[in-house]
């Protein structure tokens, strides 16, 4: 698929409607009904450190456009391939533990230290005994190449993984373009 969004013909005074024109039309409604988009998650167990980000590794498409925004082979990023503003939601499943703390979601572009965090999401006193779920949507421009990552860091003194707990709660990052 193209990487560019697909040109629209700027009408004149007596531009007559042919089968250019027509084809035209018909290349930018079939982008705006299946724009760039991805949905990534992961569906295995992930261990993760105590009091540090810690990137998701994704293991599982979900949806993918024609467009490849993740690879396989880099499990922890989408990138972008598309310019554009994006709708991006991230979640995070974790597990049960017997104490309660602090959980934070982050959605991080083009690296992962603190200059790279577009979004945080703190969701304090984390229950002890259940599973925690958080999500957190947000719009961002991404331009060609632009990578997002998903990261997950706890306070609480047990080990947590990221978990599975049905076909659709577990850890996931979408990504769907909404305009340029």
Not at 9 to 16: E, F, L, Q, R, V
Not at 46 to 68: G, M, R
Request: hydrophobic content about 40%.
């Amino acid at each position: 698929m193209s990487s560019i969004v697909p040109p629209i013909h700027h009408w004149s005074a007596g531009d007559a409607m042919n089968a250019e024109r027509m084809n035209e039309i018909a290349n930018q409604i079939d982008f705006l009904r299946n724009p760039p988009m991805v949905h990534v998650g992961r569906v295995a167990t992930q261990t993760l450190a105590t009091a540090i980000w810690n990137k998701v590794l994704f293991d599982t498409l979900h949806s993918n456009d024609p467009y490849e925004m993740w690879d396989a082979g880099t499990p922890d990023r989408i990138t972008c391939t598309v310019p554009g503003w994006y709708t991006v939601e991230g979640v995070i499943t974790l597990s049960a533990t017997a104490t309660a703390g602090r959980v934070i979601l982050g959605v991080y572009k083009n690296g992962f230290t603190t200059n790279e965090l577009q979004l945080r999401h703190d969701q304090e006193n984390s229950p002890s005994g259940g599973n925690v779920n958080a999500r957190k949507e947000f719009k961002i421009f991404l331009n060609v190449d632009d990578w997002l990552h998903l990261g997950i860091q706890y306070d609480d003194a047990a080990t947590r993984t990221s978990a599975t707990f049905g076909t659709w709660e577990h850890s996931q990052l979408r990504a769907r373009w909404t305009s340029n």
